[in-house]
């Protein structure tokens, strides 16, 4: 119990804006240390996290739910071949840690995505694009992520992922009361993704402490026993 109590507080110290306690494990991720091993509890406490900030919405996860997000995680890091992309719905949340826009990421420069993108130019930055219908969107759309900072880029998409499982698991709850989260980036999507995003990303501090916190080991150890529980 004291465990979990720990974490409710820790959780309000995010959604507060207030600092988080520095710790060792904080170091910026670079490339050289970025593997599935050393990012799969960042990844898990991050999901955690993330789902935990929706509490106090129309969107709130119960305990079950936050527990089920934890058990159809999966953190992976493929070498290539084809499904190199992070998905998620009710039953799955799969974050690729070599998901191509990661790759762009590390190498600087925007590759493999649409044309339209390409004239998103910012110095020692890569575009992070969103899906064409909402990539403007003043919210949840796409930004600029600095060369190397691969913690802000799983942010994105950790967050990207969390509000499909939150939508198809709502829906799959109550079909005629969430309706309208069927359509996978309709507004429902749009509505969850922009509360997480701006919690939790779009501001750089704001970011950074949300990353630092998930880094902490005290949320790792935490997160543990709620896996092992």
Not at 85 to 110: F, P, R
Not at 146 to 157: L, S
């Given at each position: 119990m004291g465990s979990?109590?720990?974490?409710?507080?820790?959780?309000?110290?995010?959604?507060?804006?207030?600092?988080?306690?520095?710790?060792?494990l904080l170091e910026r991720t670079?490339?050289?240390?970025?593997?599935?091993?050393?990012?799969?509890h960042f990844i898990t406490t991050m999901v955690y996290n993330a789902i935990d900030g929706l509490d106090g919405t129309n969107f709130a996860m119960n305990k079950s739910q936050k527990a089920n997000a934890l058990e159809v995680l999966v953190v992976k890091k493929p070498n290539g071949g084809s499904g190199n992309c992070s998905k998620a719905g009710s039953k799955i949340i799969i974050i690729n840690l070599s998901y191509w826009q990661i790759k762009n990421v590390i190498s600087g420069k925007y590759e493999?995505?649409?044309k339209c993108f390409d004239d998103k130019v910012?110095?020692?930055?890569?575009y992070w694009n969103e899906y064409k219908s909402f990539d403007a969107n003043q919210k949840c759309g796409g930004m600029f992520v600095a060369t190397?900072?691969?913690d802000h880029g799983n942010t994105i998409q950790v967050l990207h992922e969390v509000s499909h499982y939150v939508q198809y698991t709502l829906y799959k709850s109550d079909r005629t009361k969430w309706a309208w989260m069927r359509k996978p980036h309709g507004e429902g999507f749009i509505r969850i993704?922009?509360?997480?995003r701006e919690k939790f990303c779009n501001d750089p501090?704001?970011?950074?402490?949300?990353?630092?916190?998930?880094?902490?080991r005290e949320w790792v150890?935490?997160?543990d026993a709620l896996m092992a529980a």
């Amino acid at each position: 119990m004291g465990s979990l109590h720990r974490m409710a507080r820790r959780s309000r110290i995010i959604n507060r804006g207030a600092s988080a306690p520095h710790h060792p494990l904080l170091e910026r991720t670079t490339p050289m240390t970025y593997t599935a091993d050393s990012q799969r509890h960042f990844i898990t406490t991050m999901v955690y996290n993330a789902i935990d900030g929706l509490d106090g919405t129309n969107f709130a996860m119960n305990k079950s739910q936050k527990a089920n997000a934890l058990e159809v995680l999966v953190v992976k890091k493929p070498n290539g071949g084809s499904g190199n992309c992070s998905k998620a719905g009710s039953k799955i949340i799969i974050i690729n840690l070599s998901y191509w826009q990661i790759k762009n990421v590390i190498s600087g420069k925007y590759e493999n995505g649409h044309k339209c993108f390409d004239d998103k130019v910012l110095d020692s930055h890569v575009y992070w694009n969103e899906y064409k219908s909402f990539d403007a969107n003043q919210k949840c759309g796409g930004m600029f992520v600095a060369t190397g900072d691969v913690d802000h880029g799983n942010t994105i998409q950790v967050l990207h992922e969390v509000s499909h499982y939150v939508q198809y698991t709502l829906y799959k709850s109550d079909r005629t009361k969430w309706a309208w989260m069927r359509k996978p980036h309709g507004e429902g999507f749009i509505r969850i993704y922009s509360i997480l995003r701006e919690k939790f990303c779009n501001d750089p501090a704001t970011r950074a402490m949300f990353i630092e916190t998930c880094k902490d080991r005290e949320w790792v150890e935490l997160v543990d026993a709620l896996m092992a529980a």
